[in-house]
């Protein structure tokens, strides 16, 4: 992995690339420290030095995992981007396509802070791990019942 310097935007970029498109988990310690914070339903999961779990559970279900990043928004140390995933499902090799908005604080090159909404229930929908349309569903009352 090499540690690059260069805007936010580059730095949030090459997070991405290294841990999710690579799988790289030596890119938290790279591109992080222990105080770095993370908000979001993935890190929600784990501790930030647990966060290397998350990641591989994430890469057992997907592969090929390529992001676009539209809309971005730099202020000093922060950036606000629109991320556009794109991956294919591992187990059937079906494309994956869903999107999320990341805002990042980033210091000296390093991940400071990270905030993430990820629409994972699309990535779940369409991986067949949840029912298509589940959010219309539940918004009428209806519970999704899981089947024995």
């Known amino acids: 992995m090499t540690h690059q310097t260069g805007s936010v935007l580059e730095t949030v970029k090459q997070w991405f690339h290294e841990l999710w498109e690579e799988a790289d988990t030596a890119a938290i310690n790279a591109l992080s420290n222990s105080g770095t914070t993370m908000q979001g339903a993935i890190s929600e999961l784990a501790a930030p030095q647990n966060y290397g779990e998350v990641v591989t559970a994430l890469n057992d279900l997907l592969k090929n995992i390529h992001f676009e990043y539209a809309y971005p ?19 059937t ?3 994956v396509r869903f999107t999320g ?3 990042a604080r980033v210091k000296e090159a390093i991940v400071t802070e990270l905030i993430a909404t990820i629409d ?13 349309d589940s959010l219309p569903i539940c918004l009428t009352g209806e519970q999704l019942i899981w089947a024995q």
Request: proline share 3%; glycine share 8%; aromatic share 8%.
């Open 101 to 103: 908005q990341i805002i």
């Open 73 to 91: 928004v730099e202020q000093g140390e922060w950036v606000a981007v629109k991320l556009i995933v794109q991956a294919q499902s591992a187990a």
């Open 120 to 132: 994972y229930m699309k990535m779940f929908e369409q991986l067949g791990q949840l029912p298509e």
């Open 93 to 95: 090799g079906d494309d």
